[in-house]
């Protein structure tokens, strides 16, 4: 099963963007009719609004009268977490359900308002995010649903504001121009990524062949994409998580890469790592059979320093290389060591990007990405004792830095 969180503010287009997905083929959880079943005539959810909020909320006919609630929650913060208090639990219970009810081959998708507000975003596969100016969702909302422009605003001013949804989503969709222009990338988006996506889930296999060694310019928005799937992996793994780092040479401002996002998740023991194989799979990271060391280095005489496992990512839309290394070992240090060094020494980093460039040069026609890594091996060995000589004058010391978890 894929899990798909939907969000966007009111009157953004979610709604739209949910309809073209169920017509393709997604199982479709709808948050607000879920918060209007729950407090149907005769519900306990209802008795307890009323009980909190008093009759004046019921119609003649003893409903929920919608309107006069909005009036009172959309100005009133206060008012509104208690109606949220009362609604939410019993909203994420049907939702639960309703996603333990789809089949297993589903992509469900979680349509949610307040995916970004209650920090939903790392619960799923993916977060798509569904964004237009403020001026064009009033005038939607204006036209659409007979809403003055204050009642519009109040709800704007209740949610998150763009800025916080734009971080969360691994999708931005774009709904300022028409409908058709919206429902084409809607449209794409199904049949490119959350399709093979799925397939690659259910059959546990990585969304991507081996990367060609192509060097991009550092993109400032990885940072951002490795933070969510920092997320995701500490949310899969719990406790088990002792760090999670967003390391390798996408992690270090100004450095060109391969466009593959390297992740380390900190574990106690290859035991543990091992228990995690399956839980990561179902989040989207299945384990990539074959790589289970680090290139060992010519002074180390053990071996046990440089194990590890790794996982890939399910998702075609973006490469991921997960790490997982034992705290203390060599390997693990290393990954943390060598782009911290790299980020604050301008000229290491200048060194080794002119490195970087040859070593693509030699083998990107062939696209060898083994011989790629291999090339870079014995610079990584050269510079260690600069590496260290550094981090002893700065007092870096691994697992110490904090921030990047
Ligand atoms: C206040 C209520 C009665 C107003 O009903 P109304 O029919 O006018 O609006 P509807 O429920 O269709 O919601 C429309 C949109 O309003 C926004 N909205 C609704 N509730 C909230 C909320 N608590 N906070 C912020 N925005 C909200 C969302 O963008 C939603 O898509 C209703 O929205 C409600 O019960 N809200 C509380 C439950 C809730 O949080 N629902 C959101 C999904 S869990
Ligand atoms: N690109 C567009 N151009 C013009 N109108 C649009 C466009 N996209 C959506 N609309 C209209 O704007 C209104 C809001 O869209 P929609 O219902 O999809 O938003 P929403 O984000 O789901 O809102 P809500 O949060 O209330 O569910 C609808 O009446 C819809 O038909």
Redesign the pocket.
């Known amino acids: 099963m894929l899990r798909i969180g939907l969000t966007?503010g009111?009157?953004?287009?979610?709604?739209?963007v949910a309809r073209r997905l169920a017509e393709h083929g997604a199982v479709v959880v709808d948050a607000?009719e879920l918060a209007r079943r729950v407090v149907a005539p005769g519900s306990e959810g209802l008795r307890e609004v009323v009980a909190a909020f008093g009759v004046g909320v019921l119609t003649p006919e003893g409903a929920l009268d919608r309107p006069e609630v909005a009036r009172r929650v959309f100005s009133d913060e206060a008012e509104r977490a208690r109606l949220n208090s009362i609604l939410h639990p019993r909203v994420a219970e049907l939702a639960a359900a309703a996603f333990e009810a789809a089949p297993p081959d589903a992509v469900v998708v979680h349509d949610i308002?307040l995916l970004v507000e209650k920090g939903m975003s790392s619960q799923y596969h993916l977060a798509v995010v569904?964004m237009a100016p403020e001026r064009v969702r009033v005038d939607?909302l204006r036209r659409?649903?007979g809403m003055t422009e204050s009642e519009a605003r109040g709800r704007i001013g209740s949610q998150a504001t763009d800025e916080d949804r734009r971080a969360a989503a691994d999708v931005l969709l774009d709904?300022t121009?028409?409908?058709r222009v919206?429902l084409a990338e809607v449209d794409a988006l199904w049949r490119d990524r959350l399709v093979p996506f799925e397939r690659n889930v259910r059959l546990v296999r990585s969304g991507r062949d081996a990367t060609a060694p192509v060097l991009v310019d550092h993109d400032p928005d990885w940072a951002a994409q490795a933070a969510r799937i920092v997320e995701r992996v500490r949310r899969v793994a719990g406790p088990d998580a002792l760090r999670v780092d967003h390391v390798g040479s996408t992690s270090v401002p100004h450095l060109p890469a391969k466009d593959v996002l390297d992740l380390q998740l900190t574990v106690a023991d290859l035991a543990t790592a091992d228990a995690l194989a399956a839980p990561l799979a179902a989040a989207g990271f299945p384990r990539f059979e074959g790589i289970d060391s680090d290139a060992p280095q010519p002074w180390d005489p053990d071996p046990d320093q440089w194990r590890k496992r790794v996982h890939t990512s399910a998702d075609p839309g973006r490469a991921v290389n997960l790490h997982v290394r034992v705290v203390g070992t060599e390997g693990w240090r290393y990954a943390l060591l060598f782009p911290a060094w790299l980020r604050a020494d301008e000229a290491a980093r200048a060194d080794y990007a002119s490195l970087k460039r040859a070593t693509a040069e030699r083998f990107g026609r062939d696209r060898d990405a083994a011989a790629y890594t291999a090339g870079k091996e014995p610079w990584f060995t050269e510079r260690l004792p600069a590496a260290d000589r550094w981090a002893a004058r700065v007092g870096w010391r691994a697992g110490d830095e904090t921030g990047r978890t």
């Open positions: 966007g009111i009157g953004a287009g979610k709604s739209t607000d308002p569904v939607r659409t649903r709904n121009a028409s409908r919206l």
